[in-house]
């Protein structure tokens, strides 16, 4: 079996190391990959947004399964022009991706559906949106309508930032496009938690929970990253708020998506807050987070490629989905600057002097190879992940395996799992 993966982050290289596992002994390919995946999926030098070339790739090379991984190939249609072509992919179509790539769209489709969410109101020009932040309470939160790597989200403490937030987004255009419009919502309160999940179109599975680190600072100051490390389970996420969640957000969002001829089938992500008034979504994302993922996967007992096969084939209510006991943290290692300016090209040392175990992993992410040598090609260079019986213990031990990679402006937060 031919197995095709779309990207090349830390989400990526997690995936293909768990699909490497698979029972269905599959032949990876990975478009674009990064080199720490080489071993385990042969790297194929197309751009995970080319989707032509992607296509002619998959036709060429008779893949029969494709899995997407970033959010751009989905608003693109990656899954639409797959799908023409009669082959198995699996991800939303553009008009259920839409859910991510759009915030304008999520927000009205959980007002409309009454799915628990923060107040909010959207402006394409800014003179109305800084009128409408005059009189709203601090702290407020401001995003960029459409996809930013992540990094399009301020939390507002007064006029002040909120002004300079609008004017990053919609003057000076730092998110390009994306910025067109804004979303101005309510802070909201609480504890966050990430749950990714299967769904076949009418059924979802959620998977273990998460809890990322988004800001790029200890104890979480700083500027939004795209994450700088995760734990899972979430220790908040209870099993009476899991339920909680699937009959108010979860399960009501895919029921919804179908009704309005939006059938989502792919991974979706909820991001949550747990407030006082209970459960809220933050966000929704087509696709699995980074580095959720990478704390996620190795928690899972069984067969994932199986799992994605049979969330498009529509039986995910028969799927046999098992969750491992303990907990699992990951620290991604950074080059300092993230997520503004840094630089890159950097020898990473230390990498051949970690051997493979069953409860520590590193799946590389920003990096590149030159004579035999890994270097450093991005603000998240790679991710070290460690499971343990505890969150605590798998952090201490992640930690211990990162002190092993060393590169000129390595800088990692050092609070992951430790609070």
């Given at each position: 079996?031919k197995v095709?993966?779309?990207?090349?982050?830390?989400?990526?290289?997690?995936?293909?190391?768990?699909i490497?596992?698979?029972?269905?002994?599959?032949k990876?390919y990975?478009?674009?990959g990064?080199?720490g995946?080489e071993?385990?999926?042969?790297l194929?030098?197309?751009?995970?947004?080319?989707?032509h070339?992607l296509?002619?790739?998959?036709?060429?090379?008779?893949?029969?399964?494709?899995?997407?991984?970033?959010?751009d190939?989905?608003?693109?249609?990656?899954?639409?022009v797959?799908?023409?072509?009669?082959l198995?992919?699996?991800?939303?179509?553009?008009?259920?991706?839409?859910?991510?790539y759009?915030k304008?769209f999520s927000?009205?489709?959980m007002?409309?559906?009454?799915?628990?969410?923060?107040?909010y109101?959207?402006?394409?020009?800014?003179d109305?949106?800084?009128a409408?932040?005059?009189k709203?309470?601090f702290?407020?939160?401001i995003?960029?309508?459409?996809?930013?790597?992540?990094?399009?989200?301020?939390?507002?403490g007064?006029?002040t930032?909120?002004?300079?937030?609008v004017?990053?987004?919609?003057?000076l255009?730092k998110?390009?496009?994306?910025?067109k419009?804004?979303?101005?919502e309510?802070?909201?309160?609480?504890?966050?938690?990430?749950?990714?999940?299967?769904?076949?179109?009418?059924?979802v599975?959620p998977m273990?929970?998460?809890?990322?680190?988004?800001?790029?600072?200890?104890?979480?100051k700083?500027?939004?990253?795209?994450?700088?490390?995760?734990?899972?389970?979430?220790?908040i996420?209870d099993?009476?708020?899991?339920?909680?969640c699937?009959d108010?957000?979860?399960?009501?969002?895919?029921?919804?998506?179908?009704?309005?001829?939006?059938?989502?089938?792919?991974?979706?992500?909820f991001?949550l807050m747990?407030?006082?008034?209970?459960?809220?979504?933050?966000?929704?994302?087509?696709?699995?987070?980074?580095?959720?993922?990478q704390?996620?996967?190795p928690?899972?007992e069984?067969d994932?490629?199986?799992?994605?096969?049979?969330?498009?084939?529509?039986?995910?209510d028969?799927?046999?989905?098992?969750?491992?006991?303990?907990?699992?943290?990951?620290v991604?290692?950074a080059?300092e600057?993230?997520p503004?300016?840094?630089?890159?090209?950097?020898?990473i040392?230390?990498?051949s002097?970690?051997?493979?175990?069953?409860?520590i992993?590193?799946?590389?992410a920003?990096?590149?190879?030159?004579?035999?040598?890994f270097?450093?090609?991005?603000?998240?260079?790679?991710?070290?992940a460690?499971?343990a019986?505890?969150?605590?213990?798998?952090?201490?031990k992640?930690?211990?395996?990162?002190?092993?990679?060393?590169?000129?402006?390595?800088?990692?937060?050092?609070?992951?799992?430790?609070?």
């Amino acid at each position: 079996m031919k197995v095709l993966i779309i990207g090349s982050g830390g989400r990526e290289s997690a995936m293909v190391w768990k699909i490497s596992k698979s029972k269905l002994s599959p032949k990876i390919y990975a478009a674009p990959g990064n080199p720490g995946m080489e071993g385990l999926a042969e790297l194929v030098n197309i751009a995970a947004t080319d989707i032509h070339a992607l296509l002619e790739f998959a036709v060429n090379e008779k893949i029969d399964f494709t899995i997407v991984g970033p959010d751009d190939p989905l608003a693109l249609g990656v899954v639409d022009v797959f799908e023409e072509k009669g082959l198995k992919i699996f991800g939303p179509r553009k008009n259920a991706a839409i859910i991510e790539y759009s915030k304008e769209f999520s927000k009205d489709f959980m007002k409309r559906n009454n799915i628990p969410t923060a107040a909010y109101e959207v402006f394409e020009d800014k003179d109305k949106a800084y009128a409408y932040i005059e009189k709203q309470k601090f702290p407020i939160v401001i995003k960029a309508d459409g996809l930013a790597l992540g990094k399009g989200v301020y939390i507002c403490g007064d006029l002040t930032e909120s002004r300079l937030a609008v004017q990053d987004i919609m003057e000076l255009s730092k998110f390009g496009d994306s910025g067109k419009k804004i979303v101005v919502e309510e802070y909201l309160e609480g504890v966050e938690v990430s749950v990714l999940s299967f769904v076949d179109g009418k059924t979802v599975v959620p998977m273990i929970s998460a809890k990322d680190h988004k800001r790029a600072f200890d104890g979480d100051k700083g500027a939004n990253t795209g994450g700088m490390g995760a734990v899972a389970p979430n220790p908040i996420y209870d099993e009476e708020m899991a339920n909680r969640c699937m009959d108010e957000i979860f399960a009501p969002t895919v029921a919804a998506m179908a009704k309005e001829d939006r059938e989502f089938k792919g991974f979706l992500f909820f991001g949550l807050m747990i407030t006082k008034n209970g459960p809220k979504v933050i966000e929704y994302n087509a696709r699995l987070g980074d580095p959720e993922t990478q704390v996620v996967l190795p928690m899972l007992e069984s067969d994932f490629l199986k799992i994605c096969i049979d969330c498009l084939d529509g039986s995910l209510d028969k799927a046999d989905i098992r969750w491992k006991e303990g907990a699992s943290v990951c620290v991604v290692l950074a080059s300092e600057g993230y997520p503004a300016e840094f630089k890159k090209g950097f020898e990473i040392k230390g990498l051949s002097l970690i051997e493979e175990k069953e409860d520590i992993f590193i799946f590389t992410a920003g990096v590149k190879k030159e004579n035999e040598r890994f270097l450093t090609n991005g603000g998240r260079v790679l991710g070290v992940a460690a499971m343990a019986d505890n969150s605590l213990e798998a952090a201490n031990k992640a930690y211990a395996y990162a002190e092993h990679i060393v590169f000129e402006n390595k800088y990692c937060r050092k609070d992951i799992g430790r609070k």
